[in-house]
């Protein structure tokens, strides 16, 4: 089992940007592919980025694409997603979530699919 915690979110203007991280305790990192996730209000969480075990492959979302980077740091347990060009549209609670598997360049995008989530934290972005 793998225990996720987020970190980073808070309030900014549109245009700028914010870097969440997922810290990962428990299992070993390494053994699963990562996503980050995002759920607005009234609306069902929905997919935003993607990497895999390795790192060196990753998928994201049309609407963040561009302006947003997942990325992993295997030997420190953490996932970030780096956020830039921030609009009011990207306001929503941010979750990371933990996918175990035995292939390295797996990227997976499915919410289902995912074991473990964070607590999520909020990101909102004001016009």
């Known amino acids: 089992q793998v225990r996720l915690v987020e970190s980073g979110g808070g309030l900014v203007q549109a245009g700028g940007s914010l870097r969440l991280s997922c810290a990962a305790s428990?299992?070993?990192?390494?053994?699963?592919?990562m996503g980050w996730f995002r759920q607005a209000p009234g609306k069902e969480r929905e997919f935003v980025a993607a990497?895999?075990?390795?790192?060196?492959?990753?998928d994201y979302a049309d609407s963040v694409k561009g302006r947003f980077t997942i990325s992993r740091d295997n030997a420190r347990n953490t996932l970030y997603l780096q956020m830039n060009s921030l609009t009011p549209e990207d306001t929503a609670v941010y979750y990371c979530?933990?996918?175990?598997?035995?292939?390295?360049?797996?990227?997976?995008?499915?919410?289902?699919?995912?074991?473990?989530w964070g607590q999520g934290t909020q990101v909102t972005v004001s016009s």
């Open positions: 979530a933990a996918k175990g598997g035995k292939v390295l360049h797996i990227i997976v995008v499915g919410i289902a699919e995912y074991d473990y």
């Open positions: 428990g299992r070993t990192f390494s053994m699963y592919a």
């Open positions: 990497v895999s075990r390795n790192g060196r492959n990753t």
